[in-house]
């Protein structure tokens, strides 16, 4: 049903998977780590049976044209640009847009900076930045669950922890994910000569750009699950504070943090209810 394509953005190309009427209301998908926008599939093709048009990157470091090496490469303007230059690419003037993990990060900064470009927005497990870092400074369940990115930042370590052993701890970030197809294909991906690196640059790049962040205003619609091993509730119920349009706040009891793979047609309903299709 997803059509593939390339867009070249300078001197990277992403790799794009698109489906539904040409003429749908676009919708931007955007995955995070560590996944491709696989993850995405099953959501997109609901909603692009939906009469959607349904766009779906592998965004930066993930696409294999669009891996540079330095971590410099990887901020959260840079990779706010490859969604505004991928609609530029597509001939898109605004789009829906919804983001998961990083994904989310991402759309955040989006809605935030470039509200002109963006009709509505689903925030998918992470929430606003300012919130996620109130309760990383303030909620001591939100600061033990973080842990895990003071690894992810170090240089060298982080890959050897992740891809040792046939990669067996990568694997196992992905439980109780339930599509194994797409585990194996995160895999494949991030095993791949500078992949996982180019991964964890999101996380290396990471300064005050990432919280310092001024509240949306558009329509917005925040997904968060009761069994997500990352993101603590203290920061979920504080995001509505940066949200300065209509604004819904959806609760997934007892799903992971792997909204997209686990609870496709939950998300994709919530993602039409925003858009009111």
């Given at each position: 049903?997803?059509?593939?394509?390339?867009v070249?953005?300078?001197?990277?190309t992403?790799?794009?998977r698109i489906?539904?009427?040409?003429?749908?209301a676009?919708?931007?998908?955007?995955?995070?780590f560590?996944?491709t926008?696989?993850?995405?599939?099953?959501?997109?093709?609901?909603?692009?049976?939906?009469?959607?048009?349904?766009v779906?990157?592998?965004q930066?470091?993930?696409?294999p044209g669009?891996?540079?090496?330095d971590?410099?490469?990887?901020?959260i303007?840079?990779?706010?640009g490859d969604v505004?230059?991928l609609?530029?690419?597509?001939?898109i003037?605004?789009?829906?847009?919804?983001?998961h993990?990083?994904?989310?990060?991402?759309?955040w900064?989006?809605?935030?900076?470039?509200?002109d470009?963006?009709?509505?927005?689903?925030?998918v497990s992470v929430?606003?930045?300012?919130a996620?870092?109130?309760?990383?400074?303030?909620?001591?369940?939100q600061?033990?669950?973080?842990?895990?990115?003071?690894?992810?930042?170090?240089?060298?370590k982080?890959?050897?922890?992740?891809?040792?052993?046939?990669?067996?701890?990568?694997?196992?970030?992905?439980?109780?994910?339930p599509?194994?197809?797409?585990v194996?294909?995160?895999?494949?991906?991030?095993t791949a000569?500078?992949?996982?690196?180019a991964?964890?640059?999101w996380?290396?790049?990471?300064g005050r750009?990432?919280?310092?962040?001024?509240?949306?205003?558009?329509p917005?619609?925040?997904?968060w699950?009761?069994?997500?091993?990352?993101?603590?509730?203290?920061?979920?119920?504080?995001?509505?504070?940066?949200?300065?349009?209509d604004?819904?706040?959806?609760?997934?009891?007892?799903v992971?943090?792997?909204?997209p793979?686990?609870?496709?047609?939950a998300?994709?309903?919530a993602?039409?209810?925003?858009?009111?299709?």
């Amino acid at each position: 049903m997803f059509e593939i394509s390339r867009v070249a953005l300078g001197d990277l190309t992403f790799d794009v998977r698109i489906a539904g009427p040409q003429e749908g209301a676009p919708l931007v998908l955007l995955h995070g780590f560590p996944e491709t926008g696989r993850s995405w599939e099953h959501a997109g093709r609901w909603l692009a049976e939906a009469g959607l048009r349904v766009v779906i990157p592998d965004q930066r470091g993930y696409s294999p044209g669009a891996r540079p090496a330095d971590v410099s490469s990887y901020t959260i303007g840079a990779l706010v640009g490859d969604v505004l230059g991928l609609l530029d690419g597509l001939g898109i003037d605004t789009a829906h847009v919804a983001g998961h993990d990083w994904g989310a990060v991402v759309g955040w900064h989006l809605a935030a900076h470039h509200p002109d470009r963006v009709r509505t927005f689903t925030a998918v497990s992470v929430p606003h930045p300012a919130a996620y870092s109130w309760a990383l400074q303030h909620d001591e369940d939100q600061k033990s669950r973080s842990a895990y990115i003071k690894l992810l930042r170090l240089e060298g370590k982080a890959e050897s922890v992740l891809l040792d052993d046939g990669a067996r701890r990568l694997r196992a970030m992905y439980s109780p994910m339930p599509d194994h197809a797409a585990v194996e294909e995160y895999v494949r991906v991030l095993t791949a000569p500078g992949a996982m690196t180019a991964a964890l640059n999101w996380y290396r790049a990471m300064g005050r750009d990432f919280r310092d962040l001024p509240s949306v205003k558009v329509p917005t619609t925040y997904v968060w699950s009761t069994a997500d091993v990352a993101v603590a509730r203290a920061g979920a119920e504080r995001c509505h504070e940066y949200a300065d349009a209509d604004y819904e706040f959806v609760v997934l009891d007892d799903v992971s943090h792997w909204v997209p793979e686990e609870e496709p047609a939950a998300l994709a309903e919530a993602i039409r209810t925003r858009i009111g299709q």
